[in-house]
């Protein structure tokens, strides 16, 4: 089946400019992660999503950040006034989020985003 | 101090040869530890997992967890070019695994 998709896969905005990056998780999965993996550096967590609750957001930097999750499926990061630090690759991950153990995360190929 | 150290390399090895990826760790209460290979330019894809301590064998590749020394392996036997690429570790102290922390990764070069 198919996988988890994002897009725009690369992304180029203007200092101070807003940018909203989509994920579609693999059907059926209840649970959504984004993260943030900036060069030579491990993935960051940012998000998670259980359905459309985040009930861990510990990991977003500043309030420019803020994501949201619709109907259990597509979720959006947005980043407003973005600022020449938030240039990365943001990596969205889905998992089945059923009792079966470890909750093995798939993921995406990843928007690249470009600060100027 | 990172909870979880990887040496980032560059790591160039020729085809055939054995590979040995590391990293250490700092929480004690990891009980996940898992490998992540990632290909450029795509999403890291999850290679093998082990749940606490002890080995385990897939193919080629076989993950080693040291609980005593917070010290994890990753070992590939006769490495082929196919297997260039990013290799993260990524760790969890909760029942589900959904909390990773992640190694920074070491870039690994297969040379035919």
């Known amino acids: 089946g198919a996988g988890v998709s994002q897009s725009p896969s690369n992304k180029v905005t203007e200092k101070g400019k807003d940018v909203e990056l989509r994920c579609d998780p693999i059907?059926?999965?209840?649970?959504l992660y984004w993260y943030r993996q900036s060069l030579g550096q491990g993935l960051e967590f940012l998000i998670y999503f259980q359905g459309n609750s985040a009930p861990d957001k510990s990991g977003l930097p500043s309030d420019r950040f803020s994501a949201e999750r619709t109907g259990g499926s597509v979720s959006t990061l947005t980043i407003q006034r973005t600022q020449q630090e938030d240039s990365a690759v943001y990596l969205c991950a889905s998992s089945p989020g059923l009792a079966s153990l470890p909750d093995t995360q798939y993921f995406g190929p990843g928007t690249r985003l470009t600060v100027l | 101090q990172k909870e979880v150290e990887q040496d980032p390399g560059p790591l160039s090895v020729p085809e055939g040869a054995i590979v040995s990826l590391n990293c250490t760790y700092s929480n004690s209460a990891f009980q996940y530890f898992m490998w992540y290979r990632q290909y450029s330019r795509k999403g890291p894809e999850l290679l093998m997992y082990?749940?606490?301590?002890g080995n385990k064998e897939d193919g080629r590749f076989t993950a080693q967890v040291d609980k005593s020394s917070k010290y994890i392996s990753l070992f590939i036997r006769d490495s082929q070019p196919s297997d260039s690429a990013t290799y993260l570790c990524?760790?969890?102290?909760?029942?589900?695994?959904?909390?990773?922390?992640f190694g920074s990764g070491t870039q690994l070069t297969v040379l035919p």
């Open positions: 059907s059926g999965h209840t649970a």
């Open positions: 990524a760790m969890s102290a909760d029942g589900s695994a959904r909390q990773l922390t």
């Open positions: 082990t749940y606490s301590s």
